[in-house]
């Protein structure tokens, strides 16, 4: 546990630690923690500011040095078994038997185990969960599915949504790993249709299988840099600008905008970068009036036309 990042964690397992080993020398606590003496002192220096409520001398953990040793005069009721409020102990009874209904639980007999028992810890708090309703999103589900792939090494069949094509595809994916790139979970696996790595936005996937075959991606796959987003447009991709009504303005969050401008009417001003306009004239004419075509003038004219030839067929 190494890292400011940790931090929080180590705090809290440093004074329980500390009980238990009085006069450790803080070199050996260091190496225990897997950080350097340094960062170790100061963890001890901010412990002296972390107590109960008052906050006064005799509310904070008190700590006394000697040489290079270091005691804990006074805990501050860290060394006591953690109470959980009824508040707490709903939150855990309803999370418990929400995981406990996954039919994709790896492991059933431990959740029922340990849900039995905070059950009958938590008393009246177990009767007003069976009142609570929980909703496991689509996402969510898809999310877990894909972690318990990794997990077991097992290979994925994903029907998938790809947006820049407006198509649903059948495909069967090799996991390597998750990514978390602009607020989404994506999958990066190796794609055995495409032959190829790919990224697949999770809340894309309509259908989810794990399979029983082994996970067997390119051994040489390297992360690839994702600090400029999932997709990366080529400078010979058109860019497409749209102007956007309230039920449209869902574009802007659901594809990689370049510009997104607010306009004084109250409707949404979008430019994407795209490598085929084709799903994107499909979109336009999907959302009708609320939807308007700025540039570049050739697609906008196309796009009006398409336009005209359906009000012609209704006509």
Same mark, same amino acid.
């Given at each position: 546990?190494?890292?400011?990042? +940790?931090?929080?964690?180590?705090?809290?397992?440093?004074?329980?630690?500390?009980?238990?080993?009085?006069?450790?020398?803080?070199?050996?606590?260091?190496?225990?923690?897997?950080?350097?003496?340094?960062?170790?002192?100061?963890?001890?220096?901010?412990?002296?500011?972390?107590?109960?409520?008052?906050?006064?001398?005799?509310?904070?953990?008190?700590?006394?040095?000697?040489? *290079?040793?270091?005691?804990?005069?006074?805990?501050?009721?860290?060394?006591?078994?953690?109470?959980?409020?009824?508040?707490?102990?709903?939150?855990?009874?309803?999370?418990?038997?929400?995981?406990?209904?996954?039919?994709?639980? #790896?492991?059933?007999?431990? %959740?029922?185990?340990?849900?039995?028992? &905070?059950?009958?810890?938590?008393?009246?708090?177990?009767?007003?969960?069976?009142?609570?309703?929980?909703?496991?999103?689509?996402? /969510?589900?898809?999310?877990?599915?894909?972690?318990?792939?990794?997990?077991?090494?097992?290979?994925?069949?994903?029907?998938?949504?790809?947006?820049?094509? +407006?198509?649903?595809?059948?495909?069967?994916?090799?996991? %390597?790993?998750?990514?978390?790139?602009?607020?989404?979970?994506?999958?990066?696996?190796?794609?055995?249709?495409?032959?190829?790595?790919?990224?697949?936005?999770?809340?894309?996937?309509?259908?989810?299988?794990?399979? +029983?075959?082994?996970?067997?991606?390119?051994? +040489?796959?390297?992360?690839? *840099?994702?600090?400029?987003?999932?997709?990366?447009?080529?400078?010979?991709?058109?860019?497409?600008?749209?102007?956007?009504?309230?039920?449209?303005?869902?574009?802007?969050?659901?594809?990689?905008?370049?510009?997104? #401008?607010?306009?004084?009417?109250?409707?949404?001003?979008? #430019?994407? =970068?795209?490598? *085929? #306009?084709?799903? &994107? @004239? @499909?979109?336009?004419?999907?959302?009708?009036?609320?939807?308007?075509? &700025?540039?570049? =003038?050739?697609?906008? *004219?196309?796009?009006?036309?398409?336009?005209? /030839?359906?009000?012609?067929?209704?006509?």
């Amino acid at each position: 546990m190494s890292g400011s990042a +940790d931090r929080l964690p180590r705090l809290l397992a440093l004074v329980p630690y500390l009980l238990a080993r009085p006069g450790i020398r803080i070199a050996e606590a260091a190496a225990d923690f897997d950080v350097p003496e340094a960062q170790l002192r100061r963890d001890l220096q901010l412990l002296w500011m972390c107590g109960l409520p008052g906050h006064g001398p005799g509310d904070l953990i008190d700590l006394s040095f000697e040489g *290079d040793t270091v005691t804990v005069g006074y805990d501050a009721g860290m060394s006591r078994p953690l109470r959980l409020t009824g508040d707490e102990a709903l939150a855990l009874v309803v999370a418990l038997r929400t995981l406990a209904d996954d039919p994709e639980l #790896t492991d059933p007999d431990a %959740v029922e185990r340990a849900l039995a028992k &905070v059950e009958t810890a938590a008393g009246g708090a177990a009767e007003v969960a069976s009142a609570v309703a929980v909703r496991v999103e689509p996402a /969510d589900r898809v999310l877990a599915q894909v972690r318990g792939a990794l997990d077991q090494g097992a290979a994925l069949h994903l029907t998938y949504y790809v947006a820049a094509r +407006d198509e649903t595809t059948e495909r069967d994916v090799d996991p %390597v790993r998750l990514r978390w790139v602009d607020n989404r979970w994506y999958l990066e696996a190796w794609c055995r249709l495409a032959k190829a790595v790919r990224f697949f936005r999770l809340d894309r996937v309509d259908a989810i299988e794990v399979l +029983d075959q082994p996970s067997r991606p390119p051994a +040489d796959l390297a992360p690839r *840099d994702l600090s400029g987003g999932v997709y990366q447009p080529a400078p010979d991709h058109p860019l497409v600008t749209l102007r956007l009504g309230p039920p449209g303005r869902w574009v802007a969050g659901y594809y990689p905008c370049e510009r997104v #401008t607010e306009l004084p009417d109250g409707r949404l001003e979008v #430019t994407l =970068r795209v490598a *085929d #306009t084709a799903w &994107v @004239r @499909r979109l336009v004419l999907g959302l009708g009036g609320w939807a308007e075509v &700025v540039g570049p =003038r050739w697609f906008a *004219d196309h796009v009006r036309g398409e336009a005209r /030839d359906a009000l012609a067929a209704y006509a």
